[in-house]
């Protein structure tokens, strides 16, 4: 595609409908997050069990990412995007009619190649479809569609639930994945495979120092996050005494910081990715290491919480911009491997943060995450010192 010939509109309306096919993957694997006690009680399983719904089709992703990659080869990445939208219907539609927890598991699982294929590919995917002066907006906004999946997509879908049952959750979920489908067919161009990704390319990218800093940021700042943020409603309930009524304002609230500090730090990450990504993993720190001695009065903790959502909200897509940056030539085999790394990395996190949680508490939760964040945020500062120097 030669985006220099297409109008803005074309070329934004192609944005926009990978956007959409982010939201409509996020909220697809998030979706059983408010939907555990339905399930279980439908299905007879116990609600540990049912976690596996979640936890399944993290790990299938995380393989399904840069295995996708290599197996698609010469394809159109347009017909393989479309593919795996196309399979997200499916799989939720079959969670829908699920007569047993075997059947809804095996749906996840296609959940789970559908995120890992899509995220593998779409990720890097905005300097094909915009000119170079807009690719940092473009990816800002097609990362836009992970905060309003957290935002908007999995409260509606668990509301959803409440006012009917899971099924309709899952279908209606399908039936906005059908329309994220018909959107990327219309409006998606062409796009060629650049170059035949083979298994041998995944490993030789490591040989890039570049590279190898981003992944150990990677799996430092998301094991982190997700660390304290798997226990964010026990956290605030403990710290700063917050109801639960209040909690889902307060959520909405850290979600809507994310959604700003997605643009914000895709902005600034496409002139500067490691220098935003310094400044962004310093401002987790600093909020999730102040959570525990100013969160218990109401307005600190808001603050906190707030600063908690812009810092993370710019993690991701300045990680995404820097890995495409380092290897301009090789965008699809690092954001393979990219969501691979992110997949394990909240799987990881969410252990440690619960070990932390069962042993110290929120407080001790919040200590190992906001350590690690911090130190992550020095490193990188100090590893780019020390290249200056060099």
Known sequence: MDVQQETPLRYWLAVLSVTVGTFSIVTSQLLPVGLVPQIAATLGVSEGTVGLTLTVPGFVAAVAAPALVVAAGRLDRRLVLTGLSALLVGANLVSALAPNFTVL???????GLSVGGFWGIAGGI????VPERVVGRATATIFA??????????????LLGDLTDWRTAFAVVGVVALGVLAAQVFLLPPLPASRTTKLGDLLSLFRHPEIRVSFVAVFLLVIGHFSAYTFITPILRETGGVAPALSTALLLAYGGAGFAGNFLGGTAAYRNPRRTLIVAAAG???????FDVVGHSLPGLVALLLVWGAAYGAVPVSLQIWLGSAVPDRREV??????????????????????????????????F??????????????????????
């Open 126 to 129: 905005a300097v094909r479809l």
């Open 145 to 158: 569609g992970v905060s309003t999946a957290t935002v908007a997509g999995v409260p509606a879908s668990k």
């Open 334 to 367: 690092a954001g393979s491997l990219f969501v691979t790394a992110f997949q394990v990395s909240i799987s990881l996190g969410a252990l440690f943060g619960g070990l932390w949680v069962d042993s110290l508490g929120p407080t001790g939760v919040l200590l």
């Open 369 to 390: 995450a906001g350590t690690l964040t911090a130190l992550t945020s020095a490193g990188l500062l100090a590893v780019r010192s020390k290249s200056a120097v060099d």
């Open 105 to 111: 598991l095996v749906a996840r699982i296609l959940v």
């Open 284 to 290: 987790l720190g600093a909020a999730l290491l102040l």
